[in-house]
């Protein structure tokens, strides 16, 4: 009896079960602002070039309040599938003129609203914000140690996720930012990568056994 191996078709179908069903929270701005919207701003639009690549979003805070973005209905519902995972921005400095602005909620703060609470983190800590010259990448792990806090309390919030904002207030003053590639990303399962692993030595096997025959 020949030994039993699984066709490229079934590992096909296999792999294609592990893909989470529903698409991640990603927004690159492509082709219009995506439904983000913003807060305090003097102008809020969507450039088409320059961006990282190739659409932006431009904030022009000018002297106005603190510019907070606000996320679109795609970053809210249920979002346990992404504990463990990263959020991410793209961030650029367009234009300088204030002075340097330290606050609790300052450039690269995310709040994250859920579960009757929230949880906020900066992702640009200390005062740091874009560079001038070009694109930069704020990232940090969707962690409940992260965020501060409990497990059962961050469970609560990734469960139902009513709202995500960003604030991209980086001076006093004028100043205009550039904001691109906002995404949340799943971290692969341990038995995700195991089946992984399994699925693609399975292959080099059926090959293998196709060629000897």
């Known amino acids: 009896?020949?030994?039993?191996?699984?066709?490229?078709?079934?590992?096909?179908?296999?792999?294609?079960?592990?893909?989470?069903?529903?698409?991640?929270p990603?927004?690159?701005?492509d082709t219009?602002?995506?439904?983000?919207?913003?807060?305090?701003a003097a102008t809020f639009e969507w450039r088409n070039t320059d961006g990282n690549p190739p659409g932006f979003l431009y904030i022009d805070n000018g002297e106005a309040q603190g510019a907070i973005l606000t996320a679109p209905v795609a970053f809210r519902g249920?979002?346990?599938?992404?504990?463990?995972?990263?959020?991410?921005?793209?961030?650029?400095?367009?234009?300088?003129?204030?002075?340097?602005?330290?606050?609790?909620?300052?450039?690269?703060?995310?709040?994250?609203?859920?579960?009757g609470t929230s949880a906020f983190l900066d992702l640009a800590p200390g005062g740091a914000t874009a560079s001038t010259?070009?694109?930069?990448?704020f990232s940090a792990p969707l962690t409940a140690a992260a965020w501060g806090k409990t497990d059962v309390q961050w469970a609560?919030?990734?469960?139902?996720?009513?709202?995500?904002?960003?604030?991209?207030?980086?001076?006093?003053?004028?100043?205009?930012?550039?904001i691109d590639n906002i995404r949340i990303t799943a971290v692969p399962a341990p038995a995700t990568v195991w089946l992984l692993g399994t699925a693609l030595a399975g292959v080099v096997a059926y090959r293998r056994?196709?060629?000897?025959r």
């Open 156 to 178: 609560q919030i990734l469960a139902s996720v009513s709202n995500i904002t960003l604030s991209v207030e980086a001076l006093f003053g004028n100043e205009i930012q550039g």
């Open 1 to 24: 009896m020949r030994p039993s191996t699984l066709s490229p078709v079934l590992l096909f179908v296999v792999l294609f079960r592990l893909v989470p069903s529903h698409a991640a």
């Open 78 to 115: 249920n979002l346990s599938a992404y504990n463990g995972g990263t959020i991410s921005f793209d961030g650029k400095m367009l234009g300088t003129g204030g002075s340097f602005y330290q606050a609790t909620v300052d450039y690269g703060v995310i709040t994250i609203q859920g579960g």
């Open 133 to 137: 010259t070009s694109w930069t990448t």
């Open 32 to 40: 219009d602002t995506e439904g983000w919207l913003a807060a305090g």
């Open 209 to 212: 056994h196709r060629r000897t």
């Open 26 to 29: 990603v927004s690159t701005f």
